[in-house]
């Protein structure tokens, strides 16, 4: 028998290259598989560079700068199912890296990724594709990409995957995604709110927490509330509260009530099902401060209405908060004085928690180091002090006032903007605006002038107006340099604003040194402009401006052409003549400066006798004129300089002379500090003469008629309409300026006077005996009063009272109703 010969293999055919295994030790070479054409070979290197990328971030990057991302953006719908996964596998792990995702927007590999979402895929698919877009979808352009693609739809069809990695990574990325808003509106029409309630029971703790807030951010969406309600959201959430295995997730559930209760559907829901008690048990049982701060907030968004504040209080709410505020917790103690604030809104709640000695607690928060917690604090006691004395008397027990007044500095605006309204509303009592203003809050309030933040500058400006009511107050404000500020602040675009600083300026006009202190601030000139414009123009900005004027009736006359009967003049009056609206009037010193000129007389009141004045010069009487105290002033330097005693030295009579001149010089500089209107004894007379002669009659318009003569007697006498170009005034008036060196007329001293001299006349003189008239100024020199005057009682009562237009210049006391063709002759040339 033959030798037995092993049979040989049977060999490849020609044209098949031979199988070579190969083992790679390095990465680059895996990523160079990639380019492979055959499958196996992929899928091998995709399952390669999957495990070394798992291995770490360093990993990934490398990945990445070998030129892998690329291949396995093509690989991921490669046709084979093994290459897909592992390409898929290998690209959701290296999503994660914040340098592939960079390199990842400019492959627009979304609409691959989501493609791997459908049904057809296998779960291990679904896993990393999830992941993938987990990672992407915080970056705001791949939330753009992933809406554009369609691609919030698979993603909630995948919560009800069963695997519990698909649902974590698909809870994952829509919560990414509902941070943005069209978002959060696409999850409520895609029905996402059944499957992520249906989350909440997951055995899970990281899907119930990703669900959750999930939830929690698409109820800040009020049509998605209303999908919420109808899909028994309440009964799951109230479901967690009540469960105590479930304690991590009640501070996230009380947080979706709170987006909730915006709605009044859902407060109603939530009492019928029993959630208020459910929520008022809570507050004092929770364990976790954050839970309890929750459920605190809760409660202040509950009583963001008014049904719902009186609920609470009958529930007793105000004790729950009282004793919470003994917690140590600061996120606790803040939530607690957010909804005293929004509770207080009951005025029965106001009254219970002073009752409960809650304001001294409150109050002593305002020292705390927390800048939100003071803010809370402060926003609480504005809410317990509105239109309510005795609890800002508390504020006040408790030393409140001073801390309020510190707190007007704080860093933090909101508790700046807070305290200055609790202030505010402290103001309305005497003792304690006194109190605050021993504080020297208004300093601190005009600092708060200067901010560029509005609310802050509302609530300073409030404040300034109820501080300033009395008369110190204003001092103070002027003082600190706080009118100008107020005034600039008419400027304002916002109408809030320009409202509250004509109302302080409405405030601080009652004395005239303010008065004149804002028209100098240039406060008058904007508000004119103001009062002049269709759009801005308001109650307040009249009023504002009235009270200007009011304040000084020479510059309201002068820009208004106006004095009402209620307009009582007083020594030191005077007429510039007519100024436009927009334009500054005049001070009477300011005018008694200026050279003689071809202008109109200032016509000036100055009954006042000599020895009622202080005087600051050697004399007790003031002279007729300036120029006249001068010259008395420097006589009495030269007398005193010319009799020192014969006996003394040569060198002491030149020391004593030297003395007597740094005097003089002294006395004329308090001359010219001091200037005052000199005294019109002239008009003083006439006053005497109106006193003695009128008052004693008892009939009304025999008073008017008598006044009137007196009036065109002191000027000048009857003068008939054809005749007064005869009736030379204009020459009289310029020798009375010549005379006096000054274009500032008294005018006792005119004796010659046309229309507009004798119905100033007439007006002065009648305020002081107790007459009612009005004084208005036409054109060409015309000026005339208006009275009222009642006619005869009647059967059934009292006539109205008829405007009537006194004559004082042709018919010396006739009486003239107003808007008769004899009125308008005498308005007019």
Not at 37 to 53: G, M, N, Q, R, S
Not at 54 to 82: F, Q, V, W, Y
Not at 104 to 117: E, Y
Request: aromatic share 4%; charged share 25%; net charge negative.
């Amino acid at each position: 028998m033959g030798k037995k010969v092993k049979k040989e293999a049977e060999p490849f055919p020609k044209d098949v290259f031979d199988p070579l295994p190969i083992e790679s030790k390095t990465a680059a070479t895996a990523v160079l598989m990639l380019s492979s054409p055959e499958e196996e070979v992929l899928a091998k290197a995709c399952e390669a560079i999957h495990k070394f990328a798992e291995k770490g971030d360093e990993n990934k990057t490398s990945l990445m700068c070998l030129g892998a991302i690329e291949p396995l953006s093509r690989l991921i719908s490669h046709e084979d199912k093994t290459v897909r996964r592992n390409a898929v596998m290998a690209l959701g792990v290296m999503a994660s890296n914040n340098e592939v995702k960079k390199c990842l927007k400019t492959l627009d590999v979304i609409p691959a990724v989501i493609s791997k979402l459908s049904p057809e895929e296998n779960v291990v698919v679904h896993e990393f594709a999830t992941l993938c877009l987990t990672s992407l979808s915080v970056d705001f352009s791949y939330k753009v990409q992933i809406f554009d693609h369609n691609g919030l739809e698979p993603l909630i069809q995948l919560l009800s995957s069963p695997d519990p990695d698909v649902k974590k990574n698909s809870v994952e990325c829509i919560f990414n995604l509902v941070q943005d808003i069209q978002n959060r509106a696409a999850v409520q029409r895609l029905n996402g709110i059944p499957p992520f309630l249906d989350l909440l029971r997951s055995e899970f703790p990281v899907i119930q927490q990703l669900a959750l807030r999930t939830i929690e951010n698409i109820t800040t969406d009020s049509e998605t509330r209303v999908a919420f309600r109808n899909a028994q959201g309440f009964d799951r959430v109230l479901e967690l509260l009540a469960t105590k295995e479930f304690s991590d997730l009640h501070e996230g559930a009380l947080r979706v009530i709170c987006n909730c209760l915006e709605d009044s559907e859902s407060m109603q829901l939530i009492q019928t099902m029993g959630g208020l008690e459910q929520i008022l048990q809570f507050v004092g049982t929770a364990t976790l401060p954050e839970a309890q701060a929750n459920a605190v907030k809760a409660i202040a968004r509950m009583a963001q209405s008014i049904e719902n504040r009186k609920i609470l209080h009958d529930r007793n709410v105000e004790k729950a908060l009282t004793d919470l505020l003994m917690q140590e917790n600061e996120s606790v103690r803040t939530a607690v004085c957010q909804a005293v604030a929004a509770v207080s809104k009951n005025l029965s709640s106001k009254e219970t928690f002073r009752c409960l000695d809650a304001i001294g607690p409150i109050v002593q928060l305002l020292n705390s180091e927390a800048s939100e917690l003071r803010m809370a604090a402060a926003e609480a006691l504005s809410s317990l002090t509105n239109s309510n004395n005795l609890n800002a008397y508390a504020i006040y027990d408790a030393g409140g006032d001073k801390l309020l007044v510190q707190q007007l500095r704080d860093s933090c605006m909101g508790a700046a903007v807070y305290a200055a309204s609790v202030l505010t509303n402290m103001a309305s009592q005497e003792e304690l605006r006194r109190s605050i203003l021993a504080h020297e809050a208004m300093p601190a309030l005009v600092e708060l002038l200067h901010s560029t933040d509005n609310d802050t500058l509302i609530s300073a400006m409030q404040a300034v107006a109820s501080l300033a009511c009395d008369a110190e107050a204003r001092l103070e404000l002027k003082n600190v340099g706080g009118l100008s500020p107020l005034a600039q602040l008419l400027k304002s675009i916002h109408a809030e604003i320009r409202r509250n600083a004509c109302w302080a300026i409405s405030v601080c006009a009652n004395d005239e040194l303010t008065a004149l202190d804002l028209c100098n601030a240039g406060a008058l000139e904007i508000l004119q402009e103001i009062n002049l414009s269709p759009h801005r123009n308001n109650k307040f900005s009249e009023l504002a401006l009235q009270k200007l004027l009011d304040s000084s009736l020479s510059m309201k006359y002068s820009l208004t052409g106006h004095l009402s009967a209620c307009d009582i003049t007083t020594d030191g009056f005077y007429d510039p003549g007519q100024i436009r609206m927009g334009h500054q009037v005049p001070t009477l010193e300011d005018l008694s400066k200026q050279v003689v000129n071809q202008h109109r007389a200032i016509i000036a009141v100055n009954g006042k006798p000599p020895d009622q004045f202080i005087t600051k010069g050697p004399d007790d009487r003031k002279p007729d004129s300036p120029t006249e105290t001068m010259s008395s002033s420097v006589m009495s330097s030269t007398r005193s300089s010319k009799t020192p005693s014969k006996m003394k030295g040569k060198g002491h009579k030149e020391d004593e002379k030297k003395k007597d001149e740094d005097e003089s010089k002294s006395q004329q500089t308090v001359v010219d500090e001091a200037w005052s209107l000199p005294y019109d004894a002239a008009f003083h007379n006439l006053l005497k003469e109106a006193a003695e002669s009128i008052s004693p009659l008892q009939d009304e318009v025999k008073m008017y008629t008598a006044l009137a003569m007196l009036v065109c007697e002191a000027m000048g006498g009857q003068v008939e309409p054809e005749k007064l170009h005869d009736f030379l005034w204009e020459l009289h008036i310029s020798e009375l300026k010549f005379e006096a060196c000054s274009n500032i007329i008294l005018i006792g001293k005119i004796k010659k006077g046309i229309y507009f001299h004798r119905a100033l006349l007439f007006k002065v003189l009648a305020d002081r005996i107790g007459l009612s008239c009005s004084l208005i100024r036409g054109e060409y020199n015309r000026a005339w009063n208006e009275i009222l005057i009642t006619g005869p009682k009647k059967r059934h009562g009292y006539s109205q009272p008829e405007s009537y237009i006194i004559d004082l210049m042709h018919q010396p006391g006739n009486l003239m109703k107003s808007n008769s063709p004899g009125a308008l002759a005498y308005q007019t040339i």
